[in-house]
Structure formats: C-alpha cells, structure tokens
C-alpha cells in the first residue's frame, strides 16, 4: 500500500524530538521526497525507504527548514555510489537559488557525481506523474513563491495535499476539495502562516476526509492545537509527530 511518512513536524525551529516539516511518499516503484530538512539519510532509513528507491525530491520553497537538508543529501548519495539521476522539482527562482547553493559547496568538483537535474514547477501546473502518482501543485500565500502540493495515488485513487508554508487562500482551498488527507501547517496566525483553527476552516471548506497538522510550534500543547482545530473541524484530526505514517 502507498503511504505517506512524516519525517518532521516542526516550525521553523526543531527541537529534540521535532525535526522541521518535511515528508517522503513511499509507493511501489520508488520514493519522492517532499521538503527536505535535518537528516535526510537517517530518517528515510528509519522510514524503511531505501536510498536507491529515491527519485525524484520537490522542494516547496527556498526557506531554511524546508531545504537546508539537501546538500547535505544529495552529498551523502554521492558518497554512497549513487549513479541514478535525481531531478530536483521546485519553483523557478527557488531552483536558481538551490543550485547557487550546490555552487558554493563546489559541487562541480566532486568526481562522478551523478545527474542532479533542477525542474522548475510553476504555480497550477502538473508537477510529476510517474507510476505510483499524479503530482499537481498551487500556489501559497507566503513571503516567498511556494507551492502547496496535491498527490493522487493511482494504486488507490487517495488524495492527500501538503499546503507547506501558508496564510489561507483560495487557490490550496480549492487544491485541497475532498481530498481523503489534509496535511497543514498550523504555525501560528502570523504573516504567511496559518493556525490550527485556520487550518480547521480549510479542511471543512474543503470537506476532506482527515486534517493532520504539522509545521507547529513545538512548545505548544498539542491538546491546545487540536482544540483549536476541532473548533472548525468536525472529522479526524491528528497533530502528527515525526515518523507517523499514513497509507494514501
Ligand atoms: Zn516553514
Ligand atoms: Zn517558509
């Protein structure tokens, strides 16, 4: 069964137990990582997806906590013997700026490094669609181009979309109608962000099937973000910690 493994559930600050929001699809032919923040390596193997079923990596936005991770990701594949190639799926400007940031680790200097190819997705375009999925993307209301993202499952027909990064709008409502999971941020009601309750209302406009929280402050009760979120919400609500797991 495909599933989808949370990685990390934390705001921009991680703490012990939190490792910022980022998030693996595990299907039947490979893996797709989504964000990639803190350990890469460490956590798909904790998550039972082996290196060499990673394809494709679609970072949302430039931000820190969702892309540090990934030199140090895609250096670690190299060291591994990785020859496969790994596109790299994210909006334009953010592909530009993620490819300065290989520059200024002179990537270009590492013997044998495999294809490393940087795909830009424009907002309300078809993202990927290989075997195991059809990856669709919108556009966020945050301080910088984001993109939210919408996954179909062709095994099983399951919709999930991950919002990333945003204020509530209309184009990831839309995205995210009926979908079976909701995969929101709830980092506060501050510019750019949304909270629990905010998150609530998009899943009940949006009449999906469960709304699973992440990319919260880690101090916060969980108790107080669920409360908030039932507030909007009447269906099945998780405020996810790192490595749930669900099946899409
Ligand atoms: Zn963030
Ligand atoms: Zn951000």
Redesign the pocket.
């Known amino acids: 069964m495909p599933r989808l493994v949370i990685l990390g559930t934390a705001a921009a600050v991680p703490d012990a137990v939190h490792e910022n929001t980022y998030m693996a699809l595990d299907g039947a032919h490979g893996a797709i990582l989504i964000d990639c923040a803190g350990s890469p390596i460490g956590r798909l193997e904790r998550a039972g997806i082996p290196l060499n079923m990673l394809h494709a990596v679609i970072i949302t936005?430039i931000?820190p906590?969702?892309s540090y991770g990934l030199p140090s990701l895609l250096m670690s594949l190299w060291l591994l013997g990785r020859h496969e190639p790994l596109p790299i799926y994210a909006p334009p400007a953010t592909c530009q700026r993620l490819r300065t940031i290989m520059d200024a680790f002179e990537w270009d200097d590492w013997p044998h490094f495999y294809p490393v190819e940087f795909v830009p997705v424009n907002d309300d375009a078809p993202v990927l669609d290989n075997e195991d999925f059809t990856i669709t993307a919108a556009s966020s209301n945050?301080?910088v181009e984001?993109i939210g993202l919408k996954v179909v499952s062709k095994a099983t027909d399951r919709a999930l979309v991950y919002t990333s990064?945003t204020a509530p709008v209309d184009s990831i409502t839309q995205l995210a109608q009926g979908v079976d999971l909701l995969v929101h941020e709830a980092a506060g009601a501050t510019r750019g962000h949304s909270s629990a309750g905010m998150a609530g209302r998009v899943a009940r406009l949006a009449q999906v099937g469960r709304l699973v929280l992440v990319h919260y402050q880690v101090y916060v009760d969980p108790a107080a973000l669920l409360a908030d979120a039932r507030s909007e919400f009447d269906g099945p609500i998780d405020v996810a910690q790192d490595f749930a797991e669900y099946e899409i």
Request: proline letters at 0%; zero cysteines; aromatic letters at 12%.
């Open positions: 936005h931000h906590d969702h945050h301080f984001t990064d």
